[in-house]
């Protein structure tokens, strides 16, 4: 049986972070954990971090589709720097 509550070390697994990213996430509240016990032991349900990661892609795709409906600067495009 999967555990239901994950370390922040098994968030930086997953997310590929470090630990102050990771950390970050969780007390601005972007990543929603618990803490247990006094020693700042922070425990994150899995389908939180699965909540997270699908709205980072939400996020992502809405952020792709707005940069296409914004006309480029031409020099931009040919530099690279913007896909299609």
Known sequence: MPSRFLT??????????????AYALVRSGELPAIQIGGRLQWRIEATELEGYIQRMY?????RIDTDHDTPSDPGTRAKGLLVD
Do not use: F, G
């Open 8 to 21: 922040l070390a098994d968030v930086m697994e997953v997310l590929n972070i470090s630990a102050p990213q």
């Open 58 to 62: 939400q996020q992502t795709r809405a």
